[in-house]
């Protein structure tokens, strides 16, 4: 059974396994640094359908397929699915794995979507009320600027802050305790809300947000920064990833050495127009399936945080001149089930 310590850490007892993982993403991503990382590389930016919301719900359903099929489970085999998206109702989520028959519990936690799945998911595993699990998320380029920014025919210039939705899924199926990796703790975040009111800005909407949870999971188990290979943040981008580093340091923590940010992985900044990096569901997702957990089970990473961050924002409130709230969860995962803090 979990154990809570803190002001929101929980210690997972039974520790339970990412049994399987995959990531498919767009042809941009794949053209980026990490596109040998990933399952498959989609070079239709329509998957085949005819919109794009049709073809963020085939990226995600084509995700937990092939998540399902490397663990060698069919859907009737999960107890539950966690999933979100970025699209209102959750769009690409509800039709992309309705014709699944998956229980299902649709997450709203913008770019934190995947890191929320997978601290309810295992907490729920470590009750022992499942056997299997899969969280699960995705985003896609055009569905996220037609709702958010811009219609893309609109033709609009993209600010220095601004950073490029991610079209990427990932999907992980949980299981009890088998081999590496092993979720070994969460700490559920608090919105946070330093006023910004730039969409065009989110790294520094949720830079404060990844702070604020890192700097609790320290306290609450008392751990040091140089106990872990890399500590991941969600798609915080270039310029969210320095602020978020000045923020720590203010607080007498340092994690330069150890910070790792998918959105600023995502993509080569010398050769692709992408601004400011990464961002949306699928960028954390995908890179945390496709470059960090792969690299745990071979033990090549010992101990990593993993820390999706999140802007939870809406085109309504942002219309009314409403500032953007961050939040971000935070997972400890690891090769070893007993090991490290």
């Known amino acids: 059974m979990a154990k809570k310590i803190g002001t929101g850490t929980y210690l997972l007892e039974h520790a339970p396994s990412a049994a399987a993982y995959a990531a498919i993403v767009g042809q941009m991503e ?12 989609e070079q239709d930016s329509y998957f085949g359908k005819d919109s794009w919301e049709q073809a963020e719900s085939e990226l995600q359903r084509r995700t937990v397929g092939t998540a399902l099929q490397k663990a060698e489970l069919t859907a009737q085999d999960i107890d ?18 309705r014709g699944m028959g998956i229980p299902l519990l649709g ?43 811009f219609p893309l025919s609109y033709g609009g210039q993209r600010t220095p802050t601004a950073q490029w939705t991610c079209t990427a899924s990932g999907a992980v199926v949980l299981a009890p305790c088998q081999n590496a ?23 520094a909407a949720m830079a404060p947000a990844a702070a604020d949870t890192i700097l609790r999971f320290l306290a609450d188990t008392g751990a040091s920064p140089k106990e872990f290979d890399a500590i991941v943040t969600g798609d915080l981008g270039l310029i969210g990833s320095k602020l978020l580093c000045e923020i720590l340091q203010k607080e007498g923590v340092d994690i330069r050495k ?11 900044p010398e050769q692709q127009d992408t601004h400011a990096g990464g961002s949306g569901c699928g960028c954390s997702a995908s890179v945390l399936c496709g470059y960090f957990l792969p690299r ?33 969860h935070l997972i400890h995962i690891s090769a070893d089930k007993k090991g490290g803090n």
């Open 80 to 97: 539950l699915i966690l999933a979100g998206d970025l699209i209102n109702q959750c769009t690409g989520t509800t039709y992309g794995l």
């Open 296 to 328: 745990i089970r071979t033990g090549e990473l010992k101990n990593i945080l993993f820390a999706a961050t999140g802007a939870l924002m809406s085109p309504t409130a942002s219309q009314q001149g409403e500032s953007i709230p961050g939040i971000s």
């Open 181 to 203: 990796p092993y979720l070994r703790a969460v700490t559920i975040g608090r919105i946070v809300d330093y006023g910004i009111t730039d969409a065009n800005n989110m790294g």
């Open 30 to 41: 794949g053209e980026g640094p990490l596109g040998a990382c990933f399952d498959y590389v």
């Open 107 to 149: 997450l709203y936690g913008a770019c934190s979507t995947m890191a929320e799945g997978l601290a309810l998911g295992s907490i729920l595993m470590d009750s022992g009320i499942a056997r299997h699990i899969v969280a699960a998320t995705s985003s896609h380029f055009s569905t996220a600027e037609r709702q958010f920014r």
């Open 258 to 268: 150890q910070h790792r940010d998918c959105g600023a992985m995502m993509f080569d």
